[in-house]
């Protein structure tokens, strides 16, 4: 039975993994070679497809765009989320359960939904084809699953901690900074890996609110199509290059997130 198990996982595990080795070895070839033969592993090892990503500025300046208004909705989502999760874990007040189910129908509601508004909004404010722009598009939805996950965390931490630290003459800003949220550093860290791999991954929106200015990775990937056809080779390297910046986030915030989905309600 073991062997039947081992085998079983070892197949699931390949299957998972095809995809990307293929994608992998797609990126150290040719044009010619991936459109030519059925090949395991490049016959002539080129690096010439990352090259022409790391010296086109059409290709770079996609990854820094995202990685720019990404870094922005972490932070701005997480700013906005932590006291408003400790007000909905500390405090009852009229209607907070209507507004807490509330916040997260935001979230299952789907962004093309909101396409419209946010092009016509943006136009007329002039946030269109800018970082922060896109960064409060997406806290749209990122703030009410941060919200909802961070609650979890803070309603799992007893009272008497807030009651202690005030007759010790803390203040709230420095309570909150110095005891509270190490407390909660594995719901932050589950917190912030949900915030980066919605606004890494989303398209949609990032696509139709940025033009040239702000244009991100995902943007540049679908517009790869040249009079000679598309570059296949280079698409692949730009989806390695796409997916390392989300295993090094799963990387930093593992021990985080293993915890998080252990306690939180995650």
């Given amino acids: 039975m073991n062997k039947k198990k081992t085998l079983g996982l070892t197949l699931y595990v390949i299957f998972l993994l095809l995809p990307i080795y293929w994608l992998l070895v797609m990126s150290f070839k040719s044009n010619q070679e991936i459109l030519g033969s059925l090949s395991f592993w490049p016959n002539n090892f080129t ?3 990352y090259m022409t990503i790391f010296t086109d500025a059409s290709w770079y300046t996609g990854y820094l765009n995202s990685i720019y208004y990404v870094s922005l909705n972490m932070a701005i989502t997480l700013t906005v989320a932590l006291p408003a999760a400790y007000a909905f874990s500390r405090f009852n007040f009229m209607g907070d359960k209507h507004l807490f189910f509330w916040l997260l129908t935001n979230r299952m509601s789907p962004p093309a939904v909101f396409l419209l508004p946010f092009f016509q909004l943006y136009s007329s404010v002039g946030l269109f084809d800018t970082h922060i722009g896109v960064a409060l598009a997406h806290c749209l939805f990122n703030v009410p ?7 979890g965390f803070m309603s799992g931490v ?6 202690t630290a005030y007759i ?3 203040t709230f800003p420095k309570f909150f900074v110095k005891i509270f949220i190490p407390l909660i550093r594995s719901g932050i860290g589950v ?3 949900f915030i980066f791999m919605f606004s890494w991954v989303e398209l949609l929106l990032a696509r139709t609110l940025t033009s040239v200015d702000a244009k991100p990775i995902a943007a540049v990937m679908t517009r790869t199509v040249s009079a000679s056809g598309i570059d296949w080779g280079v698409l692949a390297a730009a989806g390695v290059l796409t997916i390392l910046p989300g295993v ?7 021990n985080h997130v293993a915890k998080g989905f252990a306690l939180g309600r995650v």
Avoid: Q
């Fill in 248 to 254: 090094l986030v799963i990387w930093f915030v593992r």
């Fill in 168 to 170: 010790d003459g803390y």
């Fill in 158 to 163: 007893p009272r008497e901690i807030d009651e």
């Fill in 47 to 49: 690096f010439d497809n």
């Fill in 191 to 193: 917190t912030a890996f």
């Fill in 145 to 151: 699953l941060a919200v909802w996950i961070l609650e």
